[in-house]
């Protein structure tokens, strides 16, 4: 059963780099692949990047692509996502969330981003 929880949200000022980490507690070991959405304020939730949990095959928004980047720790079945050169426009609550082979989708519950000018 999978079972996400995120870590790594904060404060950060423009320029500065964070690492989001999702690890399935539920050790479901059914991941098909792995990705991360953001949502701000009165914006609609989109897609950031992910990650494919078998080759490697990573993808990503050209809003964040040459400055994030995902990766994965099939061992600890955590996904990470690293953040750099960040802009205030990356401000959101940023989710995790996991496919598995089964067509069903989890959603982590979501940490804080928060890039100051």
């Known amino acids: 059963q999978v079972q996400l929880v995120e870590y790594g949200g904060g404060l950060v000022q423009a320029g500065g780099s964070l690492r989001l980490s999702c690890v399935d507690s539920?050790?479901?070991?059914?991941?098909?692949?792995m990705g991360w959405f953001r949502q701000a304020p009165e914006k609609e939730r989109e897609f950031v990047a992910a990650?494919?949990?078998?080759?490697?095959?990573?993808y990503y928004s050209d809003s964040v692509k040459g400055r994030f980047t995902i990766s994965e720790d099939n061992a600890k079945n955590t996904v990470y996502l690293q953040m750099n050169s960040l802009k205030p426009e990356d401000t959101a609550v940023y989710y995790c969330k996991c496919r598995t082979f089964y067509g069903y989708d989890y959603w982590g519950q979501g940490t804080q981003v928060t890039v100051s000018a």
């Open positions: 539920g050790h479901s070991f059914s991941i098909l692949k």
């Open positions: 990650i494919s949990w078998s080759g490697g095959v990573t």
